[in-house]
């Protein structure tokens, strides 16, 4: 403790040498300067276009050869002030096609220790990913015809993945082109965003059909045309159009697709068209295709074809799903209470029973709900849910394909679940975030990745309080925040060369988001200002700056300093509270000041010698003769006087109504000093434990650290006394190290075990928790399937 008295420094002033914080100086030039197509309050401008391609499209699923075959008809349409020259199309199955960039330049070096067959195959591809196709087929796009409206052919020229058509007359501003093409291509594998899944046991394929067809790249104000090539990371930069699709396949198919179906009477049988009318109407999902009718379609053969026709209007994409697998359920609700019915839709195979068939529908109209409330409501009319192989999800508009499968017994771990709910709201999510807010995926993945990982966290969690969470909550990305720089990108990074992808662009945007949300912004402003973007950049293409600048527009708050830590630089948070330094107010009341100097007096006079020398003391000169003793031997400095007591009442006579107060609170006033180890400058929040049990928390914003970067002093006044002071106590902020968050410093003890285990208990291997109950009761967990329908 240190008496202080009035008059002494206040806050010391920044030093001569001092220069700007440039973490605090506004964004400058990391932004594009503003203009007639995108503002500087982040909304489109008056001159804002898009250009638009519509496609009529026939295409057919050839089963025994794992092949598509299809022809379209596009409609382009310049919005763009510009006279455009050529077009380019995207082809993204030359992915695949050997020689391709994504596959020749992989990089990796053989591991001596030992490799997996495929993971060495990986290593030396020449074409696709490395869970790509391992069959040595011909992949790629076979472009048969391209030709326009009169069908004379067009002079085109193929760069890999992407397709210039040369126009015969420039392409003005206002007009449209018409031209068809056809083409054919082998399905590969499922790499995690289309394919085939083959099941052995049965014989028969499930198809994920997607980025099937030529498409039109963007031509925007930003990019011209983006041709970025397609690497398989970037994911796809895309314009809006109306599609109208036919897909021929086996007549035992049930098709999936963006869209809705035209032609269900001549597709489905009538006892499906009825089930159909039932769930129209229903709240709760109605089986249409049921497990054991699935189940005798994957024993018998096809008959012939079927062509299901659908049309999907102002969607950036059509994808779909087909297979004599697939057991089907719906139902038609009003999400929003709006009385406007959407379709919620779920397409599996029975090996995603019995978790698909509880969870998946209603999985997506929960989604639809909670995104909705945070953005807009979801404007198309069904959203679908299809079962791929075992992990992982990708996203179309209206249509996903998501993992999550029990084990052959019906039995799943909770994580299986989790993952599987998880994964079922983030791709039916990616409606919003990047199908309808459509921003340029192949350069920006966290745009609508870490936008969307946000909005799953918080649909998660309304799922379910307790749903465990992978992402989003700011303890979950201080693993990755503490590792080496050299795997550190900042989030804006272009899609294909970020590393650590999962971590960069989904989770540490999502924390991020939420960090604002929660501590930095408030919910209130976060969420007027989020709901805002979303609106603004609703069937548009928003661009980051485009995204920062609504944030702050909307809110009012002064960001820059967060984009430029959170999104431009890799620096994590470390707060370090150094030291706290306590102070009390001398009183200057004699009674008092002198009480407590005589106790510290005493106290000192208390050393090991003087103790020791007390059995002594009647033995020294001074007290053996009393001629050696004179005015000081009985004198008391601490005593008080008269002079003393009149000098105090002089001096309260002196003060002012607001010194008195103060003098008469009797606070604590503690000087804290903190220093940002880390770099990331973040709010600080400090909980206070004091002396009677009772605790308080103080938050003091990031512009705390907008004079000195590096260390600060900060006081607080209490009136009670404090015994323990910690940093960050909700885990809020990300802070890569604890043990320097609290004052005194807390040592906590780390656990070991004594004997020996092989794994730990909550490795995945094993029984799951669901088969550990069944070996000790009964009967097996498997519950609807064959039953239902
Ligand atoms: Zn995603």
Redesign the pocket.
């Given at each position: 403790m240190t008496a202080i008295v009035f008059g002494a420094g206040a806050q010391t002033p920044p030093s001569p040498t001092y220069k700007a914080n440039d973490r605090f100086e506004q964004m400058g030039s990391l932004l594009p300067t503003p203009n007639t197509f995108r503002t500087a309050s982040g909304s489109p401008g008056r001159d804002f276009f898009q250009n638009r391609a519509d496609y009529d499209i026939k295409v057919e699923l050839d089963d025994a050869n794992q092949k598509i075959i299809g022809s379209e008809v596009v409609t382009y349409f310049n919005h763009s002030p510009d006279e455009l020259k050529y077009i380019w199309l995207q082809l993204e199955q030359n992915l695949f096609e050997k020689g391709s960039i994504g596959g020749v330049s992989r990089t990796g070096s053989v591991n001596e220790t030992g490799m997996s067959a495929a993971s060495l195959g990986a290593l030396t591809a020449t074409a696709g990913r490395g869970r790509g196709p391992t069959a040595n087929r011909d992949f790629g796009y076979k472009i048969t015809a391209v030709k326009d409206k009169a069908g004379k052919p067009l002079k085109y020229t193929i760069n890999q993945t992407m397709m210039r058509i040369d126009l015969p007359t420039p392409l003005k501003p206002g007009q449209n082109f018409v031209f068809a093409v056809d083409w054919n291509y082998l399905i590969t594998e499922y790499y995690g965003r289309s394919g085939y899944e083959f099941f052995p046991k049965d014989g028969n394929y499930n198809y994920f059909i997607a980025h099937w067809f030529p498409r039109l790249a963007a031509y925007d104000d930003v990019n011209g045309w983006q041709h970025k090539q397609f690497l398989g990371q970037g994911e796809f930069t895309l314009i809006f159009g109306n599609y109208k699709v036919a897909i021929t396949v086996p007549n035992d198919h049930v098709v999936a697709a963006s869209g809705e179906c035209q032609n269900y009477k001549q597709v489905l049988t009538p006892t499906q068209s009825q089930r159909l009318q039932k769930a129209a109407n229903s709240k709760t999902p109605v089986v249409i295709v049921t497990q054991a009718e699935a189940e005798a379609a994957e024993k018998a053969k096809p008959t012939g074809k079927k062509t299901w026709i659908y049309k999907a209007d102002n969607v950036r994409d059509f994808a779909f799903a087909s297979s004599r697998k697939f057991i089907w359920d719906a139902m038609q609700t009003d999400v929003y209470g709006d009385g406007k019915k959407i379709w919620s839709m779920s397409f599996y195979p029975k090996e995603g029973n019995p978790l698909w068939e509880q969870y998946s529908t209603r999985a997506v109209e929960h989604t639809l709900r909670s995104y909705g409330n945070r953005t807009f409501k979801y404007p198309y009319p069904v959203a679908i849910s299809c079962h791929g192989t075992a992990g992982g999800?990708m996203?179309y508009p209206m249509i996903s394909f998501n993992g999550g499968r029990p084990e052959p017994d019906g039995t799943y771990s909770e994580a299986v679940k989790a993952g599987m709910i998880g994964v079922i709201i983030?791709?039916v999510g990616?409606n919003f975030f990047p199908m309808i807010v459509n921003s340029d995926e192949r350069q920006w993945a966290w745009m609508?990745?870490g936008l969307?990982?946000f909005c799953q966290y918080l649909a998660e969690k309304e799922w379910d309080y307790k749903f465990p969470t992978r992402r989003g909550e700011p303890q979950q990305i201080v693993d990755y925040m503490k590792s080496d720089k050299s795997v550190l990108s900042p989030i804006m990074t272009s899609s294909e060369n970020v590393i650590s992808l999962g971590p960069n662009a989904?989770a540490k945007p999502a924390t991020a988001l939420n960090i604002l949300r929660e501590t930095v912004m408030g919910r209130e402003l976060f969420d007027y200002a989020f709901k805002e973007y979303a609106n603004r950049w609703a069937f548009k293409n928003p661009t980051p700056a485009d995204f920062f600048r609504t944030m702050e527009d909307a809110s009012g708050v002064d960001l820059d300093w967060f984009w430029k830590g959170w999104f431009y630089g890799v620096e994590p948070v470390d707060q370090d509270l150094v030291e706290v330094d306590w102070f009390t107010l001398n009183t200057q009341n004699p009674e008092i000041e002198k009480a407590l100097a005589r106790s510290e007096a005493e106290a000192k006079a208390k050393t090991m010698s003087k103790i020791r020398d007390a059995a002594t003391k009647d033995q020294t000169v001074v007290a053996k003769d009393s001629t050696m003793r004179d005015f000081y031997n009985s004198y008391d400095p601490f005593a008080v006087t008269d002079a003393d007591k009149k000098k105090y009442q002089d001096y309260l006579a002196s003060l002012n109504d607001e010194e008195r107060k103060t003098l008469e609170s009797k606070n604590n006033f503690y000087t804290l000093t903190l220093k940002n180890k880390g770099g990331l400058p973040m709010p600080v929040i400090i909980r206070m434990q004091f002396e009677d049990g009772t605790d308080s928390v103080a938050r003091f914003p990031a512009e705390i650290w907008r004079f000195n970067d590096a260390q600060i002093n900060k006081v607080i006044a209490t009136s009670k006394k404090v015994t323990q002071w910690t940093l960050d106590p909700f885990q809020e902020i990300a802070d890569i190290d604890g043990e320097n968050n609290s004052f005194p410093r807390v040592s906590k003890p780390t656990r070991f075990q004594l004997y020996k285990q092989q794994r730990s208990p909550y490795a995945p291997q094993g029984p799951n928790p669901m088969q550990q109950q069944q070996q000790t009761t009964q009967p097996p967990a498997r519950q609807g399937g064959a039953n239902k329908n």
């Open positions: 999800g996203e983030h791709e990616h609508d990745e969307n990982t989904y």
